[in-house]
């Protein structure tokens, strides 16, 4: 053992991270050895120890924790998607592998992101993140098993059997869960709301209401493996946006290539959008009305899945009207290549929705839709979101794998018929007259002649 | 602020000003008004100030110096080797001085306030021996 791990006062110093320790270490030891020799110590008091773990420990829980637990989380949802969808290979000890990334750890990993990045942002304190990640966590595995007891109730009720073990715990499980949840959502909203000149009959018991609350709620959600991932997602994009440490500055140059919009993309807007409504309000007829009248459609089931064919393709112009509108400040791949994928996106539902309602027929169209909506997420999100060049395609490619796995079999077709409401949308908000080119001040002529 | 303010209209009011400064921030900021001082100091006069009510931790100590450099109120302002030991010294910024001010003027309003009240209900004020504030 060296001599400095033998240390009691250098040994406290462990606890933190590696830069911090390079920083302050040595004035940290030095005011440690002040104080002790004043009181005439020659080590350390428990409570001095027990400070330094606790901030030590705290200010390890930073953005770049944050990010990788993030990241880790979306990656372990995901995979645990495709086991599932993929029938989890048919091995019996898969199921409960599973179950325990997706009910356990990615909810864990999630809420570490989550509080990782307030530390980091000094929201709350070191020692009350490190608290309140123990004790959210204790609170997630707690709901965990509830949800594992609720299930071994059902199948013992069906089986006639007694409810006993795991499955006679419910109630008290729930309860328990219930209460550290809300004392650690209690304990961080108070530290948020600590900033403010709230007086504490105020920020107390509002900060207890909300963990009362928003307990249950977030333990329920939490331990949905999709809910997890996009709050893993969320917790990336502000980890990476704190890492970056800097803001977006509009250029001149970007902000005049931003409001340009040409009379000719104007009219284009218009066109398109007008026959992207049209087009989509026949779809919505057709699906909800065809049946009765067409020739084609053999049923309501067919109508529906032909009238959202017919909804998908309505939704192609709009996307060209949408290319036209969006700002074109990060370059115009960044634009027409997301939107490229999801007009492919969109077609391999269409053609998907053209065999429904055999899914087996759908099945791989929808899984290519899938695919290129991933591909969409990923390319829209790289050029826009901060930070070094590696992380920004590690995050964005996590997000896209993410969509892909999670909602990109369903975003598409729930969207479908939406289609005419956002053709109105993006009528009124591209073909607005008041967005002019901004050219540079220049002096007016007229004014001298007029003096 | 205005005594008929609703309650509603106080809590903007607190969002609104200034985060209030916690405890060991203020003594902090406190102990660094009259003069520049290294860790040990700023703990001992912490604790001479506040009459033995705020005792801070040294990982305390520097996880809010840490806080108060970042948010301007404070600066390192060199260091030294003392008998073999590093010392950091602290001195409070322009920010940091404005910082107290604002919060020392906050307390005095509420001090007024409330021996209005107490005034108010044939309560006599009468300041406990001992006390800082």
Known sequence: MSRAVQDPFQRLLRWYPRRWRQANGEVFVGTLRDQAEHEHRAAPTAGDSLSAVVNGIGLRLDARVALWSALVAIGLGACSWLALLNGLGGAPWAANVVGIVTVGVVPALAVVAMIAVMRDRGWVTAPRALITILALVTSLALAALAKLSWAQGFRLADQNLPQTGLAD??????????????????????????????PWFARMPLAALVGILAAPAAGVALINPTMAVVVAGFAALMALSTLSGRRVRRSPAATRTREARSSDDRTAV???????????????????????????????????????????????????????????????????????????????????????????????????????????????????????????????????????????TTTI???????????????????RSSRKLIAPTAPDPTAALSA | MNKHMGILQGLEYGVRMPAALNQPSFWILTALASRRRHGYEILRETAEASQGSVSLKVATLYAALERLEADGLIA??????????????????????????????????????????????????????????
């Open chain 1, 413 to 431: 077709p729930l969207l479908a018929f939406t289609v005419p409401v956002f053709a109105v949308v993006v009528a009124l908000v591209g073909t």
């Open chain 1, 169 to 198: 715990a419910w109630g008290q499980l729930f309860v328990v869960a219930w209460v550290v949840g809300a004392a650690a959502i209690a304990l961080l909203v108070d530290g948020l709301l600590h900033r403010t000149r709230w």
């Open chain 2, 76 to 133: 390192a302002d060199g260091e030294e080797i003392v008998a073999g030991r590093a010392r950091r010294y602290f001195v409070i910024t322009d920010d940091g001085a404005s910082r107290l001010s604002a919060e020392v003027e906050q307390m005095e309003r509420s001090a007024r306030a409330a021996r209005t009240q107490l005034a108010l209900h044939k309560f006599a004020f009468t300041p406990v021996e001992g006390i800082a504030w």
């Open chain 1, 270 to 408: 218009r066109w398109l959008t007008g026959l992207s409504a049209i087009v989509g309000m026949f779809g919505v007829a057709y699906a909800l009305t065809g049946a009765a009248w067409s020739a084609g459609a053999a049923d309501g089931t067919v109508a529906m899945g032909q009238g959202i064919t017919i909804l998908l393709a309505a939704a192609i112009p709009l996307l060209t009207a949408v290319a036209l509108t969006v700002s074109r400040r990060h370059g115009r791949a960044a634009v027409s290549g997301p939107i490229g994928l999801v007009i492919l996106e969109v077609t391999a539902v269409a053609v998907a929705y053209v065999s429904a309602p055999a899914w087996d027929d759908m099945a791989p169209w929808m899984a290519v839709s899938a695919i290129f909506g991933g591909g969409a997420v990923a390319w829209w999100a790289i050029p826009r979101i901060r930070g070094p060049l590696g992380l920004r395609v590690a995050v964005g490619v996590a997000l896209g794998v993410g969509y892909a796995v999670l909602f990109g």
